[in-house]
Structures are given as C-alpha cells and as structure tokens.
C-alpha cells in the first residue's frame, strides 16, 4: 500500500534527493523574491547568464519536475531517468555556486562552499542512484517479458 507522506512506502531512500530539490526550490524562490541577489558581486558570472528572474523561473521548474518525478518514484518506467537529469542538474548548480563562492574575493573560504559542495556531491550520488535504479528497473521489464512469452 502507498502512503501519502513522500518519505514512506515508494518513497524510502529518497530522502536525500527530496532535501536537494526542496533546497532548489528555496534557492528558486530566493531568487524570485523581490530584491537584487545578482547585485552581489560573487553572482556575476550567472548575472552574465541570465537575468535573476530566468535563474530564479529556471531552478523553479528543475526543482518542481524533480519533485514530480520522485513522487512518481519508479512507478513509471521514466522516472529513474527523469531523476537522473534533475540530480545532475542540482549538481551542476550546487558545484557553480561552491565555485562562485570560492572565488569570491574575500580570504577564507565561505561557508556557502561548504554547504554547496555537500549538496553537490550528494547530487552527483542521486544521479548515479538513478541510473542504478533505471538498470533495475530495464532488468525488471526483461524478465516480465521473458514471463510474458513463456
């Protein structure tokens, strides 16, 4: 039986690719909050990008497709992939704003490079989960195909 709570039942072993597309979505939302985030001089290079409210709409849909497709959670042969390409995504932005951080000018390294390079590897490992997951879920269908010929 399903249970309606995303961290039970389906949904086990998902809960660290849950708190990094519900990060995104905090850092989506930040972004789209009135006030001039770019306006710091360690966004620059994403200034020169894109425009804060594209970053902002951008990481939205990544994190809300995210956490459609961790709901959907291997119940559709196109999740482990839809999982795939969303953690990757989270990656890639979690290891540019660690980057962005590092790089910020100021002596010492900024918390933030911390924080968003745990979150970047962690990513990276749902990415790699994902395919795993799709590997399981391809030998699946081969053997209820091998059933259903049989």
């Not at 710091?40 to 809300?64: C, K, N, Q, S, Y």
């Not at 100021?106 to 395919?131: E, K, Q």
């Amino acid at each position: 039986m399903r249970s309606a709570l995303p961290f039970q039942g389906y949904h086990q072993r998902r809960e660290a690719e849950w708190v990094g597309a519900l990060v995104l979505l905090g850092v989506a939302i930040a972004l789209l909050l009135p006030g001039a985030t770019f306006s710091r001089p360690t966004f620059d290079v994403f200034g020169a990008i894109a425009p804060e409210g594209t970053w902002g709409a951008t990481l939205l849909g990544v994190a809300v497709i995210r956490m459609l497709g961790l709901w959907a959670n291997g119940d559709k042969h196109h999740s482990p992939s839809l999982r795939f390409v969303t953690a990757t995504v989270g990656a890639c932005v979690w290891t540019a704003l660690a980057w962005l951080l590092a790089r910020d000018g100021y002596p010492g390294w900024n918390t933030g490079v911390g924080a968003y390079g745990v979150l970047a590897a962690v990513d990276a490992y749902c990415a790699l989960r994902a395919i795993w997951d799709q590997g399981a879920n391809d030998a699946r269908a081969k053997i209820v195909r091998r059933a259903a010929r049989g």
